[in-house]
């Protein structure tokens, strides 16, 4: 069994708005990638969701930041969000077009956390919390973590460079630490059943925990518990793998220069999954160029470079409706020749 942490899913047609929705298996998070039209979501999906990672603020990026408010209103949920320069004052400036005299009457603690990255590596952060109106609060940014990096958790971590569309754009990559693989049919030679548990036992590989931890072990059957606890180390030996974790990107919204190429091949190198624009077809690149866009050529030489194993094309013009497969092929064969 050997399904991976992050599951990716592209939530639109690639002539829609580019969104990725990052779920992890076993648990009720997830991550989301630009925010504009997200109705495809069930609205059990976007109350996963913990961490939103905004490229820029261009309205097909954005815009269904006022539908995910609507959603999460009433909850008890802290939202973290990063963006580029000038972003806390946008989203302050989206949060500050309703009307909230009633909210302090609210017994649930919604808050925003946001992040806005700039090219001095520094960050600055503020936070927006409904008992408060959503007024901006300043928030010192005490994180630790290197230069590019927004989060740093045991299984994961994500990292960011400010890239140009005319406007700062940024690019993101997910790197799970380690890939634990379960054998399924261990499991099943041990009379264990397969579940979130195992997201517990996971974990506890993940942050090296004592071979003595007991893991507790449990199924629900016929509204019935069964539940035993097992020690962790006989567990890893006999039931899981680990191997390399895997690497995802998401690249949208750039022009094609040097100084672009060359931060994303650094950013995303390696990665398993790439899903990248492949907004206009080559013969249009000067268009492409005027538009601060990548051909799918392009796309395909910088995944090529980056030695990516997977290409996922997103973010097709809509000028190419009847010519879906042409753009496909196009990043395909710059990727793989
Ligand atoms: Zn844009």
């Known amino acids: 069994m050997t399904k991976p942490l992050l599951q990716p899913l592209v939530v639109n047609d690639p002539f829609d708005d580019p969104v990725l929705y990052l779920d992890f298996l076993f648990q009720k998070r997830a991550l989301l990638f630009d925010l504009g039209d997200i109705r495809a979501l069930p609205p059990r999906k976007i109350l996963r969701i913990s961490d939103i990672f905004i490229s820029h603020t261009h309205m097909d990026h954005f815009a269904d930041f006022d539908w995910l408010l609507r959603l999460v209103l009433r909850r008890e949920k802290k939202i973290r969000l990063f963006g580029p320069p000038g972003f806390i004052d946008q989203l302050e400036h989206k949060l500050k077009a309703y009307s909230w005299n009633l909210v302090h009457n609210y017994d649930n603690n919604l808050a925003f956390i946001a992040t806005e990255l700039h090219p001095n590596a520094a960050s600055r952060q503020a ?57 399924k049919n261990r499991l099943q030679a041990l009379s264990l059943p397969v579940g ?76 398993h999954l790439l899903f990248i624009e492949t907004t206009f077809l080559h013969k249009d690149a000067e268009m492409a160029a005027e538009k601060q866009h990548l051909t799918a050529r392009q796309a395909g030489w910088i995944a090529r470079e980056a030695g990516v194993k997977k290409l996922v094309p997103i973010n097709f013009s809509p000028r190419y409706s009847d010519r879906r497969q042409t753009l496909v092929t196009e990043a395909q064969e710059a990727f793989k020749n």
Request: charge should be positive.
């Open 127 to 183: 936070l927006f919390r409904c008992q408060r109106a959503f007024s901006q609060e300043h928030q010192e940014n005490n994180s630790d973590l290197s230069p590019g990096v927004l989060i740093a958790e045991p299984a994961f971590r994500v990292r960011t460079a400010i890239l140009d569309h005319g406007i700062p754009c940024l690019g993101f990559t997910i790197e799970e630490s380690q890939h634990i693989n379960i054998w």
């Open 196 to 271: 979130p548990w195992l997201h517990d036992l996971k974990r506890a590989i993940l942050t090296q925990q004592p071979d003595d931890t007991p893991i507790r072990i449990w199924r629900q059957e016929n509204g019935k518990k069964y539940q035993k606890y097992l020690p962790l180390g006989l567990l890893k030996r006999q039931i899981s793998r680990t191997s390399p974790g895997q690497k995802i990107s998401y690249i949208v919204d750039i022009r094609y220069s040097r100084s672009n190429c060359q931060k994303i091949v650094e950013l995303i190198q390696g990665s």
